[in-house]
């Protein structure tokens, strides 16, 4: 598991919560483990999110106003 959640990847999140599910599913896996593991996933959660909205932020379209100009908008539909 990742020691430090704040500086993972998008991806290194996603993985580590596909670890956490898999261990939530176990019907072996101890209730304070669980409680453990669903508080680690509510914060990995919370980080993919920050991550995707900061990518959404950052992802943009360049196109041409009536004059022919370049501009910048949000790429967002």
């Not at 959640?5 to 072996?28: A, C, P, R, V, W």
């Not at 409680?35 to 909205?53: F, G, H, W």
């Amino acid at each position: 598991m990742i020691d430090n959640e704040n500086h993972i990847t998008f991806e290194q999140g996603i993985k580590e919560l596909e670890q956490i599910l898999s261990k939530l599913e176990n019907d072996q896996t101890p209730l304070e483990e669980m409680v453990d593991l669903y508080e680690k996933a509510n914060r990995l959660t919370e980080i993919c999110k920050s991550r995707l909205d900061h990518a959404n932020q950052r992802m943009t379209k360049l196109i041409k106003d009536e004059n022919g100009d370049i501009i910048e908008t949000n790429y967002e539909k």
